[in-house]
Structures are given as structure tokens and as C-alpha cells.
């Protein structure tokens, strides 16, 4: 599905306005990032975490590369693709039980030549690697790409626009590598606010001030627009990522960005940002997942 180098390409990344009726009022202007914009389904916020991962691993000489996922991960999808791209051989540790059926993103990462190997549950919660890499030179990158690398790269996405120019930088969150990279970037009146993906997880404050270069920041997570957690969403999200491609023209996808918009939505609904805000969102990407649904749930 990928056949050279410039069907991936940073270039096409823009900021555009999004006007959502009856909220850009009170001189609220509200701006996306579209990291989505690099290519069709290779997610723009995971294809940033890796290049630092894919430096170390040159400057190493290691041409082998190993990374850890689920069935319907960004992150694989995206690993396979930078291998792919940059000559290194991939192999993706996935969680659970092989199904009859490989899901779509698992047929891409094969496709672009990524190794798979199926873990159980629990071996994968143990992060256990299989005896075949034992006497391979490999380099590790953890799972989501989380880790400082990870935030550096992620850090990058900020040269695509004027970031300093916001009160407000929206993102949505996995592993917090994405927000710790933006919070890295932002200066002092800037607020950087993360949406999690996930239920309760309240070891993400941590997860985030640990890449943090002035680990004082306090990171502001809000944890109340999960649908039901991170593999999870509701008729409601679905209806609302209908609604808002209606009005903007973007799409989203359903783990990450639909959870994002709504979470933004809903704070304007709410008055949370004061009047005069320049707010920013992240369009980090993720839009291949969105093939786990039913054809015909989502309009785009
Ligand atoms: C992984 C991912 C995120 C979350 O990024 P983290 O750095 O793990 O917090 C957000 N959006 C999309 C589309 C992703 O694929």
C-alpha cells in the first residue's frame, strides 16, 4: 500500500480555522493542526514520535528494528511504514491471539513488510520479547513511542505552524508523549490541555512530567471524555464526528481526535476559555483505525 517515500509527506501538514456554529463567539478563534494531512492513513502523531527512535537506531548502525502493539494500533501501522521507508527491517510484537482474519492494519504493516509475532495477553503486559530475537541486534522502541525521543519528535509537529501565537494547545492523549512534546515547546502564557483516551488512568500525570524538560510544569489532563475508554466509544461520539465533519469538512477518528473535538466542543459549550482565546487543536491523525467500524457509521 506504500510504494515510495513521497506517498508520505510533512509538506501537506496546514493549519486550517474551524468555525463550529454558535461557539466561536466571545472572539474565540479556534485553529487545527492537520497532522493528518501527511498521509492518508499513517497516523502524523506517530510518524513524528519515531524519528528520533529511527536516529539513534542509524547512528548505532542497528538495522533492525522491534516495537510492541495492538491489532488496531497507530503505532504499528506507522512503524511499519517509517521501516519501510528508511530500509529497516520490523518486527511487531502484538497483543493477543492471531484472529482468522488480520485487521486491516495489521494487512498494511505486513504489507509494507513488517514481521508480526503474537503474544499472549499477559506476555504482552510483561513486555516479554520471543526467543527468536535473543541473538539479534535490534533497537527497542517502546510502545506508542513513548519516551523522551518520542517527545522530541513529537515536539517537531510545532514547526508546521505558528504555535507560539496560542493561549491554548488542545491534544489528545495515549501515553502522553505527544503533550509532553507540545508542553516542552509552549512558553510560559501558553496553556498545553490533554484529552485522555483513557478511563481513570491516573498515572498519566506522571507518565507526561517524566519527559517534561522543566518537570514543574503541571500537566492539564482531563480525564472525562474517554466514551467508555480507550478501545471504547458510544452513538454519541459517533453522532458528533458525523456532526462535526458536517460543519468543518474534517474527519477524525474514533480513539483519539472525535474524543478531542467533542472535549473542546464541550468546554466551549461550558464557557471554560476566557474570551480572546487563540485556541489550537491537534489533528494528530489515527484515521486508519476508524476502519474497525461498520462501513456507513461514519459519513466521510
Ligand atoms: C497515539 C496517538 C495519540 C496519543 O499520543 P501519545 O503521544 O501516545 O499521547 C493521539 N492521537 C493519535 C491519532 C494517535 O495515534
Redesign the pocket.
Known sequence: MLTNKEDINPERIKTVPVVLPGLNNRNIRIDMLRTDLIHPVV?G??WF?LQYYLTAAREQGIRHLVTFGGAWS??IHASAAAAALYDFSITGIIRGEQAPLLSPTLQDALSMGMELRFISRTAYRNKELPAELNNRNFLLIPE???GTA?ARG?ALLTDYCTAHAYTHIC?????????AGLMNQSGPMQQVIGIS?QKNNLNLEKAVTALLKNPQQQPLLLHDYHFGGYASHTPELIRFMNLFYEQTGIPT?I???GKLCFAVTALLEKNYFPPGSNILLIH???LQGNRSLQKGTLIF
Open positions: 497516523s502523531n506517530k514520535k497507530n503505532h506508542g513511542g513513548y518520542g513529537a491534544c489528545a492523549v495515549g501515553t502522553g508523549t505527544m503533550m483516551s477518528d480513539v483519539y481526535t494528530s491523525g489515527g
